[in-house]
């Protein structure tokens, strides 16, 4: 997996003023790089094995262009309407991740730009998404949201529920279901965080001895990746760490 990019989440992740400084750019995301390399190592995997998605949330044109500059191809966006300002970019080899909540209304916009909608955070959703990608003949990868935490602000799936609530999903045949995400509690010790990333290390275990096996775990931002890498995260979505001064 790539190990270039990186994620901006607010609902489901992260968000501030973007650095907009190519220098500074470039020394954050090293210093990101770096200590991704390093928790993976010490989960006894590579950083290749680590997908870092630039979430890009509050951030103008220039900074994604910069990033782009220096090997982001995965970029992260919490709003359709802003990433809309975004997605036309020419920034060839560029991957669109939606990782906010996305309501049923903005569904038509999204489809003809997303790589991968990592925040599919309930059945009514996903019934959406499949009707609208079936009638325009794509089909859309998916991830599945499950909420790892009580509070009542997140979104996602129950964790008793999500098996059920995956199979559904891999039955829906517009729907390409690559894995689970999940945001772990806000402000939370280590051993809460290390709880929330671990149930969904287990869940993914255990489906994927399901069809269409759940390889993408898509979970950990600029304030605990390092933790959700030795849980066992194939994806994180990293903004202030990468575009805060």
Same mark, same amino acid.
């Given at each position: 997996?790539?190990?270039?990019?990186?994620?901006?989440?607010?609902?489901?992740?992260?968000?501030?003023?973007?650095?907009?400084?190519? /220098? /500074?750019?470039?020394?954050?995301?090293?210093?990101?790089?770096? *200590?991704?390399?390093?928790?993976?190592?010490?989960? /006894?995997?590579?950083?290749?094995?680590?997908?870092?998605?630039?979430?890009?949330?509050?951030?103008?044109?220039?900074?994604?262009?910069?990033?782009?500059?220096?090997? %982001?191809?995965?970029?992260?966006?919490?709003? %359709?309407?802003?990433?809309?300002?975004?997605?036309?970019?020419?920034?060839?080899?560029?991957?669109?991740?939606?990782?906010?909540?996305?309501?049923?209304?903005?569904?038509?916009?999204?489809?003809?730009?997303?790589?991968?909608?990592?925040?599919?955070?309930?059945?009514?959703?996903?019934?959406?998404?499949?009707?609208?990608?079936?009638?325009?003949?794509?089909?859309? &990868?998916?991830?599945?949201? %499950?909420?790892?935490? &009580?509070?009542?602000?997140?979104?996602?799936?129950?964790?008793?529920?999500?098996?059920?609530?995956?199979?559904?999903?891999?039955?829906?045949?517009?729907?390409?279901?690559?894995?689970?995400?999940?945001?772990?509690?806000?402000?939370?010790?280590?051993?809460?965080?290390?709880?929330?990333?671990?149930?969904?290390?287990?869940?993914?275990?255990?489906?994927?001895?399901?069809?269409? &096996?759940?390889?993408?775990?898509?979970?950990?931002?600029?304030?605990?990746?390092?933790?959700? %890498?030795?849980?066992?995260?194939?994806?994180? *979505?990293?903004?202030?760490?990468?575009?805060?001064?």
């Amino acid at each position: 997996m790539d190990s270039y990019s990186v994620s901006f989440s607010g609902a489901s992740g992260e968000g501030s003023e973007s650095l907009g400084n190519l /220098g /500074g750019l470039a020394d954050n995301l090293a210093r990101v790089r770096e *200590r991704l390399a390093r928790a993976a190592e010490r989960s /006894g995997r590579s950083a290749d094995a680590v997908t870092l998605v630039a979430v890009t949330k509050g951030c103008g044109p220039d900074t994604v262009r910069d990033l782009w500059t220096l090997g %982001v191809r995965d970029f992260g966006e919490n709003r %359709v309407q802003e990433a809309l300002t975004k997605t036309t970019l020419d920034l060839p080899g560029a991957r669109w991740h939606l990782i906010g909540h996305l309501q049923e209304n903005k569904i038509n916009k999204v489809l003809p730009w997303v790589h991968l909608i990592q925040s599919i955070d309930s059945r009514g959703l996903a019934q959406a998404v499949e009707e609208r990608a079936s009638r325009g003949n794509v089909r859309v &990868p998916v991830l599945l949201e %499950v909420k790892t935490s &009580p509070e009542p602000a997140k979104h996602g799936i129950p964790v008793d529920e999500a098996t059920d609530t995956y199979r559904a999903l891999a039955g829906c045949a517009a729907l390409e279901l690559r894995g689970l995400m999940t945001i772990a509690p806000f402000d939370a010790p280590e051993g809460e965080l290390r709880r929330a990333f671990a149930t969904l290390r287990r869940l993914g275990e255990e489906l994927r001895r399901e069809p269409g &096996p759940a390889a993408v775990l898509s979970m950990g931002m600029s304030d605990d990746f390092e933790i959700a %890498v030795e849980e066992g995260a194939t994806m994180v *979505r990293i903004g202030r760490a990468i575009v805060a001064a």
